[in-house]
């Protein structure tokens, strides 16, 4: 065989290994114990502009999903935009307003670093401020 057949090949080869592959988000779990797939999309302090995480600890997810806290939670803190994450719902308030679905808590792996954390998705729990 010709060695210059194998060339493209390889070249072909080279660009999809180098290009980042598409990773779909799944929809955030609607069941307690269930868990779905997504990748951190934002990390932040808890108010706008806050960068030292002294107001505490914002994150968003690709699926839309989010968790935060007044403290700051250094496993969330170490993590970095597009590390893939396994969130799983943990708790649903009951007895909320219809259409009031906050207060929601995820516990959420980081599947590059292994740390994982459990916060609500809301500073308030439904029918609060």
């Known amino acids: 065989m010709p060695t210059h057949r194998l060339f493209p090949a390889a070249l072909i080869l080279t660009f999809a290994l180098s290009v980042p592959a598409v990773v779909r988000a799944d929809q955030l779990p609607t069941q307690v114990g269930e ?33 935060i806290s007044y ?29 009031d679905e906050r207060g929601r808590v995820y516990s959420t792996t980081n599947l590059r670093s292994g740390e994982a954390w459990e916060l609500p998705d809301s500073s308030h729990l439904c029918g609060g401020a």
């Open 35 to 67: 868990c779905s797939e997504s990748t951190i999309a934002m990390i932040g302090g808890r108010l706008e502009g806050d960068d030292t995480f002294e107001s505490g600890t914002a994150v968003q997810f690709d699926n839309g999903g989010s968790q």
């Open 71 to 99: 403290d700051r939670i250094d496993a969330v803190v170490n993590s970095r935009i597009g590390d893939p994450v396994r969130i799983c719902l943990v708790s649903i308030p009951e007895g909320c307003p219809p259409g």
